[in-house]
């Protein structure tokens, strides 16, 4: 009976030894297969059925889609802007519902941020200030606002801090499963320890490659959204997430670089219409949306049914809730 410890005790040094060189042999095969066989210029097709053009800013080259009547021909409309969310593997191809349906009535735009899209990739420093500076550069020097400006997730902090920056460039916000209305927003710092971490040589691509592979860009998509997989959303998040510098900004998103944790006042301060439609998903949680329901300028409206992704899970009902919200501004 005493010896089964002991034997138990000299074989633990062998099961942990022989498990780490197992991790390490598979971590090792994935950073040779990453390099031998996984191609990081797949040729990249238009993300929207619009007009693709750039303009110069801080952070480089910076595309954005433009499509609907010309200019002179909806002088009295209020022109509408779209910006994709922030993670691994974003797009313009977020937005291709909303894009698609309003380029029929008025103009409309969609800006690929800094990291992203056809955007310059640059190894640079990621902030919520340079996103901020460059979606004011858009508004005010592309499309010539005060514009009506949609933003997704991550992206409505942005917008946010624009729009209390420069607020004759907009008329209303229109946010769909914003970030940073939860108690844990506050509490989220920037982790500079884990952004070395990512971008050291040997494993920054190979690892940037594991998180975008097609089964991990699935599983997200499929925890996003409620009502079926939007397998073109996929496929484009896999070819945009495979480009040169492809993991630059999404490691600034990983170490939480991109949060602002006081965005919270940010938003209770804004004194622009602001419409909030969001459902239930994996990350984002609305703690303390019911603060924000009493604001006089704020509409809000929770999607039963729906995940994050709510302008693919129920497009009839955000355009539907996008529309009477405009028209309100109108009366």
Known sequence: MENKPRRANAIAPIVTTTGLLAVLGAALAWIAHSRRNIFHDIPMTAALDGELKSFESAAGTVAYYVAGPSAAGVRATTPMVFMHSINAAPSSAEVRPLF???????????????????????DIAYSPQLYRDVINQFVAEVVGGPADAVALSLSAE?????????????????LLSPTGMSRQSESIQPSEALHRFLRVPIWSRPLFDLLTSRPSSRLFLSLSQRKGFDRDLSDYAYITSHQPGAEHAPFHFLAGKLFTPGIFDVYRALDKPVLMLYGDGPTAQYHRVDELRRRPNWRIQRLKGCGELVQFDNPDTVIDRIDAFLAGLQA
């Open 158 to 174: 942005f917008l946010a801090q624009a729009a209390t920056a420069r607020g004759d460039l907009y008329r209303a916000l229109i």
């Open 100 to 122: 698609e349906h309003y380029a029929s009535s008025r103009r409309v735009y969609a800006i690929d941020l800094p990291g992203f899209g056809f955007s310059d990739r640059r």
